[in-house]
């Protein structure tokens, strides 16, 4: 029996709809993008004009006290899980390639890939990664209580600017040790494939380490420590960004606190992925 013309037309009104919706969602996420990529853009451009005016012209102070604490919690206590992280990294690698390069007689350069591995890649993005769940889903967590409880308002009644005193401070503290920790996590990464090749796979020790020091170069080492101030930075940017602009009350933090770990995590790997691809072009 054929439809009537009253439920053709209704189920005409409803694929419609369903497609005005759809279409209505994806603006608003399209628009909320760019409000976070301009907004964020905007912070980081209020941001470097605070560290020029406090750091080159020496016009404004920051706190540097302020900025050492910042660097103790974000940087120091996260070393221990970047580190735990990084020797597991370098023994599932060591495991992993061993059976494919045995079959070929060349187990020894276990050590190239390892060093090389953690050097360029692994070392900065798996803790820039670390970074932005341990130290990134903080500071959003801490300045979106900041704003729930109105001290943001309380420092902008009293003439100081909330981007000088709670942005700069974390800001530098990220950037700087994102840095630090990345040579830690190479140093480590490398000692857990050190580890499994003389324990487990059999290499000498003087042959893992020779190797290594052939294999990893200056520009290896370089390339990889390059992109730990921009990963810092992104990690540092977003979560001051979600934190600055939490509403909703604890839910609204909760909820800033996920975005900045989800965020974080994507930015991270697609600045890896320009930054490789420039290295890349231009034989680095």
């Known amino acids: 029996m054929s439809d009537t013309p009253i439920n053709a037309s209704s189920r005409v009104v409803r694929a419609v709809e369903a497609v005005g919706e759809a279409a209505e969602a994806q603006l608003e996420s399209t628009a909320g993008t760019v409000r976070f990529i301009g907004g964020t853009t905007l912070l980081l451009g209020e941001t470097f004009g605070w560290v020029y005016r406090a750091v080159v012209k020496r016009e404004a102070k920051v706190g540097w006290d302020h900025v050492l604490s910042q660097m103790v919690r974000v940087g120091v206590r996260s070393i221990p899980i970047v580190a735990m992280v990084q020797v597991f990294i370098g023994i599932i690698l060591a495991l992993q390639m061993a059976p494919t390069l045995r079959s070929y007689g060349q187990i020894q350069r276990i050590a190239d890939i390892v060093g090389i591995a953690v050097f360029r890649e692994l070392g900065p993005l798996l803790s820039g990664i670390v970074l932005s769940g341990f130290a990134g889903a903080s500071i959003a967590a801490e ?64 042959v893992y380490l020779s190797g290594t020091r052939l294999a990893v170069t200056q520009s290896d080492f370089l390339s990889g420590v390059a992109k730990a101030p921009l990963f810092g930075l992104l990690i540092s940017m977003i979560a001051c960004y979600e934190g600055l602009n939490v509403s909703g009350g604890a839910e609204g933090v909760g909820r800033a606190t996920t975005n900045t770990v989800v965020k974080c995590i994507v930015a991270l790997i697609s600045a890896d992925v320009v930054a490789t691809s420039l290295l890349y072009a231009f034989g680095i």
Request: charged letters at 15%; zero cysteines; glycine letters at 10%.
């Open 143 to 206: 300045l979106g209580t900041m704003v729930e409880g109105e001290e943001i308002k309380a420092l902008r009644s009293i003439a100081l600017n909330p981007i000088r005193f709670l942005v700069v401070p974390r800001f530098l503290a990220t950037v700087v040790m994102m840095t630090l920790i990345t040579v830690i996590a190479d140093v480590v990464g490398v000692f857990g494939g050190f580890l499994t090749s003389t324990l487990v796979l059999g290499i000498a020790p003087d």
